[in-house]
Structure formats: structure tokens, C-alpha cells
């Protein structure tokens, strides 16, 4: 959960308390305008516009101040919702949020009570009244809004407070209809779901689906929340989740495959060994090479197990440590583990509770993909080592687990060891009934024999099996017609594995027949297929297609059939949909249940790979990709960290499979990585990054340039955090004196790498260096911006701060007077800045033992 508060300077601030405890805050209920500060203003420091919206901030943070609370949230601010994932997260959360604020403040834009003015002038039980008639009580996430939270005031657009829900709570039945025992924090399971439902009846969303989704914390239910799936489809799934609530908790977020045939003797085997050690967790492997159905047979014994309602399932995507805590905190949530409520929590805590709740009852875990290694990134320069899967398993009698890996030496023989069960081809009469269930026509009797030579050329292997049904009957075409057009493709995969029997692909030859059916008829398809083929294939973002579809769409150097495929009237969003509807009708992808995200397959990926690499269009995309990938690369600040997680795996992919090496764009993606890499602890391979990056600079510009300063700069705080002190002030000396060489001692950029070099003196104890340069940018600033600008404010505080450090109590008294006076005449009396300061002097007086002036101060 992130909190806003203001910093030492008085600049506004978002804090991530992830693995710490999260303080006492106050929370605001608000309508939206066109005119709220937004996530992005916050980050980059573009807050105080527009107005209205500040205004909104300054009220909030002014009455949390006065409340004597340091922290408060603000959903427009705290919430990154061009992160799907992140937005979902925060929806699940959002009930338990306002439930936990100590106060929540409820902003009405639509009434009006000017200072000095009666409560009574908007108060009243008449339906026209300003209060009884504000459009707060219409509207959906209004409802837990007044629920949820312990303590809840009312405040007029102007901040005047007109009561709280204590005082009003008998106007508030009568304007909202809800019991006084719900308005009273009372225990909403004593109401039915019926009736907590018709509390929301006669309420409103901009958006349909978000009638259904702002019930779910008032109704205790947890699910995913895909806008556009419209709102009868948000009903219905809302109504299952209450069917099955009663039930074990489950979570398999794919539906079975009614399509799925055959593995009968591999299904009997693992429900045979299922929960058969009497004394620990039972252990099982499913192992094959990639394409065999290995996940396919998972999710059937998960979907069948979950028939006995007293069996938990849960389904875990083991690509990475990420995705495994990811999967945890959606099991804890749905177990009620004490502390998921907030997405930013201690995850190996959660991790740990949720892993010790799960003991202590029957359930069945399939870790899905549970290899050894991040496929796919092992020649790239950042390498992740395999998770400790041992912190991830409950230690039961009462559990199973099912991992599918390809790695069996390192996996499925370490931890299920002698329960392995193995895939390879499907049997001649399985792969039959396969073919058969996955066409949508049956296979006439004339064409039997077709059907048999066709599955024999697919190797009998599942994958091969289903693209081609899927092709069948995207186009129409019958077995004969498809077997006709495969051939040639056959021959090319036999090609490209250099001729060799024993390495048939028939995956390859799948996937290109479908290719070339798609470019017929949706080149849009084809064109989102090869931007995702250029990445890591696991948890590929749909904001990074609608960005490369959008880039795409104005390049004339692409195929002109793009333009004809480019649907103009309809928005990016509609436009990658329809393209992904295409992929996964051809079953070339397979779309994440959070539908924020799509997957392919190891061997499309590699297939598509190869036909743009036949083409010698591999490396042309794979600069569009890296272009696209920098276009939307968020900042390195913490606040960002759940973005840029999910696209560093995919720009290391691109980065270490483009050949290119004097592409400009190539080294800002590298450099935007590195950081990323720091931010997340990755010191060593951060450096190395940003080394290389370094060094094509300079190779291309030369010594004295300010890429190479910035270069520099970035390098000496990678050696601060490895504790190379000597290096990082090395480095950050090069990088002041280079940008003051090209720049000018007065520049701003010169003047902030002076102060950042003053910071670090400052850290390692050398007071009068930092001091001197401290002096010189409070100096230049006075001179370049005058006395009374807001930054050279801001370096009279850095400098007091030193003074103080270093007890030369005169000097810090008279600069931070200075700066409260300053303050005072820049911005008004309740201004973070002027607050700041003063709190700043208040301190200095209180070291001195000064408590009557500190405590006049902080009045």
C-alpha cells in the first residue's frame, strides 16, 4: 500500500511500505472530475495541476495534518491504474483499506458551505436539501466508502466540516436505506448476501462492470476484475463466486479444456498416488518434452479434484519467484491469511502464513512450469537464479502437489522423486479422439485415413494437434485440404532442423500454415504475433502490444497491407483485441486469466522466431520492439517497481537477441534496465549494464560528454550500495566535473550533481566538503535565481541541515529563519514548504534545549 505525505522539504511523496508496518493514515471518498491529480503527477512531480484537483490534495493533507496524522491516501494518487495487475490488486484491497484508516474524510464537490455559514443551511430531511441530494450517495464505490471505515466525516467543497457518521448516522439510513447496524460498523454477515447486494440497487458506475466489482469487499468475495468483459458477464461470475464460496476455496484460473482427450492411464496414475503419503506432503512430477500436454493433464486432475468439495485447489505459475508470491498473496487472500490485504506487504511473510495455513487442511498445489531456469533468458547478461521451492511447500499428510516440468533431472527428481509421471506422444487412438473433440465438424468417414496420415505428421503431438484443428476450423478447411497445405510447411521445418529425422518440429509447420492463413485474412494478428515473438513469451503486458500496435500502424516501411488491417474508427484497445481474438482462435497464444497479459508457447515462439529469421525481418522487429519497450519504460522510482518488473525480462530478451550495436534506442533501453536492475538489488548486474552502456558512448562520443557524466553518476550510486564508497565518489566527481565543463558551473544539472556530491561527503562524515559545496550552489542559486526562488529555498534547507549535523548551532539558526520567513512570504501559512521549515528550526531549538521556541513553532 502506498501512503502520500510530505518530506523534510515539504515536496509532496509517495512511500511503498513493502515489509513494513503500515502507520495510522486518514483516507479520502471523493467523486472523480476531469481534474484529479493523478499517480503520474505524484511521481514526477507535476502535483499542483489542475487546481481543483490540488485543492482536493491540500484539503486532505491539511486535515490529516490537524488530525495529527503524517500519512494519508487518495485512490487517484496511490494507485497506478495503467497497471492492470496493480489496479485489480488494489480493487480486491480496497474495502479492507478504508476499513483500516483512521479517518476517512468524504469530500463533496457538490456542496457548498462557506465559512461561517450554518450546517443547517445543508443539512435537513428534505430530498432537495445540499446534502440529502448530493450525488455522493448515488454512486457505486461510494457504498463501502461509508461502510468500511470506523470513523467517517463530512466536509463541504470549501473543507468546512458538516458532521460525521456517528452524529448523521439517522439522516443516513434514510438517505441510503442501509441498516444502522451496517452504518455502525457493525458484522455484515448477519445481513444476507441478497440484502447487501440491494444496497448498491439504485447506485452508479461510469464503468458497467464496476456496479459488480464495488461489492465485492462488502460481500467478502475475491475474483478477478477484466474491465470491458461487460457487466452481465461480471453478474454471472460474481454469482458462481457466491455459489461457491461455501466450498473449499479454489483458484484454477483456466477453464478445463472440454476438448481434452486421451492420458486416461497417466490420469488414473496420478490420482492413485494423490494424498497417498501418510506422513509429509505428497510430491508429483509430470515431465516431457514441451507440447506433450503437460499442463493440459495438470489442469484436468485439478479441475476433477475440485469436484470434492472438501479438497482446496490452488494453481501456482512457477515460471519465477515473482509469479509464485504473486499466485501466494491471491491463495492468502482467498484463505483469509491475516495481512494480504495489502499487495505491498512482507511477501515472504505472507508466503510463509499462507504456506502454514495450507498445511493445516486438505488441498492439492499444482506448480505449473517449475523448471530450473528463467527459459529463454540464459544468454542474456541478467541472470536469475531457480527459486528455493522448499519456503514454498506446505509440509503435510493432508497435501499434494503437482509440479510439470521439462527440467525432470533438476525438478521432478530432486522433489518427486519415484512419482514421476512421463509424457511423450499421444497414442494413434488417443490423438484420434483428441483431433476429433477439438474440430467443430465431425471427420466424415472418407477422410478417416487423411486424419490418420495428418496425426502421424504431427507426431501424435498434442500442441501439433490442437493449432492444427484450430487452423481447421478458423478457415473452414477439411482434413485433406489441411493435410494438402501442410505439406510444404513440413518440408520447411524438415529443412530447418537440417534435415535430421530424429528432430521433427511439427510445431513449426503448424504454426507457419497458420501464419500464412492469418496473413490472408488479418495481417493485425500476424503483426501483435511477431512484436511478441521478440520478447521473453511469459507474462507478455497487453499495454506493450496496444503501444507496438500503435507504432506499428504509422511505419509505412511495414507491409502495406497493414493499413487495410488498421481499424480506424475503433480505439487501440478495441483494435488489440480483435487481433487477439485472432491469435486465439488459431490457438497461437494463450491469454493470462487477469487478461492483462498473454503467453506463447516455448515452441511457437521459437517457430515464429524462425520464420521472421527465413524472412531477414528478425532484426528489423526486433528494433520496433525495443523502441516500443522504451516508449513506455517507466521511471526507476519505487512507486513504478510493479511496472518495470514486468518489462525488464522482456527488454533483457530483446536486448540480448538484437545484433545492432550503435542503435541509440538499444542503449537508453540497456540504461533504463540497469536502473531497474539496481532499484531491485541487482548491484552487480546493474553495473555491468550500465557499464556497457558507458562504453558505447563514449566509443561513439567521446570522454568529455554529458551521456557519459550521466553514465557516471548512476555508476557511483551502484558502487554506494556494494559499499565501494572510494569508486562511487570517484565517479561522482568525474560526472560534476565533466557536466560543469560543458555545461557551466551555473547550470541546474551541474548545480544538482554538486549537491548530490555534497550528500555523499555528507554521509561519510566529511562535513566542511560538503559544507563548501553546499555553500557554492546556495550561492550560484541566490545569484542565477534570485533570493526568494523556491530552489534556492530548498538549498538553504540542505545547508542548515549541515550546519546542524555538525553542531555549528548559529549558522543553522540564521539560515533556517531565513528559510521559515521565505517560506512564509513564497506560499501561504499552511504550505507543506512553510510547514517543513518550520518544523526543521523546531528541531534545531529542541537540540539546544529550546522547548518554549520549539514548541511556539509547532503551534
Known amino acids: 500500500m502506498r501512503l502520500l505525505h510530505h518530506d523534510a522539504l515539504g515536496r509532496l511523496r509517495l512511500t511503498d511500505f513493502h515489509g513494513n508496518k503500515i502507520p495510522p493514515y486518514a483516507i479520502l471518498s471523493h467523486r472523480w472530475s476531469d481534474s484529479e491529480i493523478l499517480f503520474g503527477n505524484v511521481v514526477n512531480n507535476t502535483y ?66 462557506p465559512v461561517g455559514a450554518s450546517i443547517h443551511t445543508v443539512l435537513g430531511d428534505d430530498q432537495k436539501a445540499p446534502f440529502y441530494a448530493s450525488t455522493w450517495f448515488t454512486r457505486g464505490w461510494t457504498l463501502q466508502e461509508l461502510i468500511a471505515p470506523k470513523s467517517v466525516e463530512f466536509f463541504s467543497r470549501e473543507g468546512q466540516r458538516i458532521g460525521d457518521k456517528a452524529s448523521l448516522d439517522q439522516l443516513l439510513h434514510r438517505i441510503t436505506k442501509i441498516p444502522l447496524t451496517a452504518l455502525r460498523n457493525g458484522d455484515l454477515d448477519q445481513f444476507s448476501i441478497s440484502e447487501r447486494r440491494e444496497w448498491a440497487k439504485n447506485r452508479t458506475t461510469k464503468e458497467e462492470e464496476d456496479i459488480v466489482y464495488c461489492l465485492l469487499g462488502i460481500l467478502g468475495i475475491s475474483m478477478p476484475t477484466p474491465y470491458n468483459e461487460g457487466r452481465e458477464n461480471a453478474e454471472r461470475r460474481l454469482q458462481d463466486e457466491i455459489e461457491h464460496s461455501s466450498s473449499a476455496p479454489c483458484i484454477i484460473p483456466f477453464s478445463q479444456n472440454v476438448s481434452f482427450a486421451g492420458r486416461e492411464s497417466q490420469i488414473a496414475e496420478l490420482k492413485a498416488k494423490l494424498f497417498s503419503n501418510k506422513w509429509t506432503t505428497t510430491m508429483l512430477a509430470v515431465a516431457g518434452p514441451s507440447g506433450t500436454g503437460k499442463s493440459q493433464l495438470a489442469l484436468e486432475i485439478a479441475h476433477r479434484t475440485r469436484r470434492n468439495r472438501r479438497c482446496s485447489v490452488f494453481w501456482i505459475d512457477a515460471t519465477d519467484e515473482d509469479s509464485i508470491c504473486w499466485a501466494y498473496a491471491s491463495i492468502a487472500r482467498k484463505l483469509g491469511v491475516s495481512g494480504c490485504e495489502d499487495h505491498h506487504a512482507d511477501t515472504k511473510e505472507i508466503v510463509k502464513r499462507c504456506v502454514s495455513e495450507l498445511s493445516s487442511q486438505q488441498c492439492l498445489i499444482v506448480f505449473d512450469n517449475a523448471d530450473s531456469t528463467f527459459a529463454g533468458l540464459s544468454s542474456s547478461s541478467w541472470r536469475v537464479p531457480a527459486p528455493d521451492f522448499a519456503i514454498f511447500l506446505p509440509r503435510s499428510k493432508l497435501c499434494s502437489i503437482i509440479f510439470t516440468t521439462t527440467e525432470s533431472s533438476i525438478v521432478a527428481r530432486t522433489l518427486a522423486a519415484g512419482n514421476i509421471v512421463w509424457l511423450h506422444e499421444l497414442r494413434p487412438n488417443e490423438a484420434l479422439d483428441m483431433l476429433q473433440n477439438c474440430l467443430s465438424m465431425s471427420i466424415p468417414q472418407h477422410e478417416h485415413q487423411d486424419a490418420m496420415a495428418l496425426l502421424e505428421e504431427l507426431s501424435y503431438l498434442p500442441m501439433a494437434i490442437t493449432q492444427a484443428s484450430a487452423c481447421m476450423n478458423a478457415v473452414g478447411m477439411t482434413v485433406q485440404q489441411y493435410r494438402e497445405q501442410l505439406a510444404e510447411h513440413l518440408k520447411a521445418a524438415h529443412r530447418d532442423n537440417g534435415g535430421s529425422s530424429q528432430g521433427r518440429n511439427p510445431v513449426a509447420a503448424t504454426t507457419s500454415l497458420s501464419l500464412c492463413r492469418m496473413r490472408c485474412s488479418n ?113 526507476d522510482d519505487h512507486n513504478s517497481r510493479s511496472k518495470w518488473r514486468r518489462l525488464v525480462p522482456h527488454a533483457l530478451y530483446v536486448l540480448s537477441h538484437t545484433q545492432k550495436e550503435d542503435l541509440r534506442e538499444k542503449l537508453d533501453l540497456a540504461d533504463k534496465c540497469a536502473m531497474a536492475l539496481y532499484r531491485d538489488g541487482y548491484y552487480k548486474e546493474a553495473e555491468k549494464m550500465e557499464k556497457q552502456v558507458m562504453q558505447a558512448w563514449r566509443k561513439e562520443l567521446g570522454d568529455k560528454n554529458l551521456r557519459i557524466a550521466l553514465c557516471m553518476s548512476k555508476l557511483s550510486l551502484m558502487y554506494s550500495e556494494q559499499g565501494r564508497w572510494g569508486e562511487a565518489e570517484e565517479f561522482e566527481e568525474q560526472a560534476m566535473i565533466t557536466t560543469r565543463e560543458v555545461l557551466g558551473e551555473k547550470h541546474p544539472n551541474t548545480l544538482v550533481l554538486m549537491g548530490n556530491l555534497a550528500c555523499t561527503y555528507k554521509q561519510r562524515g566529511r562535513w566542511k566538503e560538503a559544507e563548501e559545496l553546499h555553500v557554492q550552489v546556495l550561492t550560484i542559486r541566490k545569484e542565477t535565481l534570485g533570493d526568494k526562488h523556491p530552489k534556492t529555498l530548498i538549498s538553504m534547507g540542505y545547508l542548515a541541515s549541515t550546519y546542524r549535523d555538525q553542531g555549528q548551532w548559529k549558522e543553522a539558526e540564521e539560515l533556517g529563519t531565513q528559510a521559515v520567513k521565505l517560506s512564509e512570504e513564497l506560499f501561504d501559512l499552511g504550505h507543506p514548504e512553510t510547514l517543513v521549515n518550520k518544523a526543521n528550526l523546531a528541531l534545531l531549538y529542541k537540540d539546544q534545549g529550546r522547548w518554549e521556541e520549539a514548541k511556539e513553532l509547532e503551534v
Open 523 to 635: 495481417a493485425l494478428a500476424e503483426k501483435l504475433l511477431f512484436f511478441a515473438a521478440c520478447v521473453y513469451p511469459k507474462d507478455i503486458p497487453l499495454n506493450f502490444l496496444e503501444a507496438a500496435l500503435g507504432a506499428a500502424s504509422t511505419r509505412q516501411t511495414l507491409e502495406a497491407a497493414s493499413a487495410r488491417q488498421t481499424l480506424e474508427a475503433a480505439s487501440a484497445r478495441q483494435t488489440l483485441e480483435a487481433g487477439l481474438e485472432v491469435l486465439d482462435k488459431y490457438a497461437l497464444v494463450i491469454k493470462r486469466p487477469s487478461e492483462s497479459a498473454l503467453e506463447i508457447h516455448r515452441l511457437v515462439h521459437i517457430a515464429v522466431r524462425q520464420r521472421l529469421q527465413a524472412e531477414s525481418t528478425l532484426e528489423s522487429w526486433n528494433e520496433h520492439t525495443i523502441k516500443t519497450l522504451l516508449s513506455i519504460f517507466p521511471r
Open 48 to 113: 499542483t495541476y489542475p487546481k481543483e484537483g490540488y485543492q482536493k490534495l491540500k484539503f486532505c493533507a491539511r486535515q490529516a495534518a490537524q488530525d495529527g496524522l503524517q500519512y494519508f491516501w487518495i485512490d487517484t494518487c496511490c494507485i497506478d491504474k495503467e497497471d492492470t495487475k496493480e489496479l485489480s490488486e488494489a480493487i480486491q484491497s480496497m474495502f479492507q483499506w478504508y476499513r483500516n484508516a483512521a479517518r476517512c474524510y468524504v469530500f463533496l464537490s457538490d456542496v457548498t458551505l
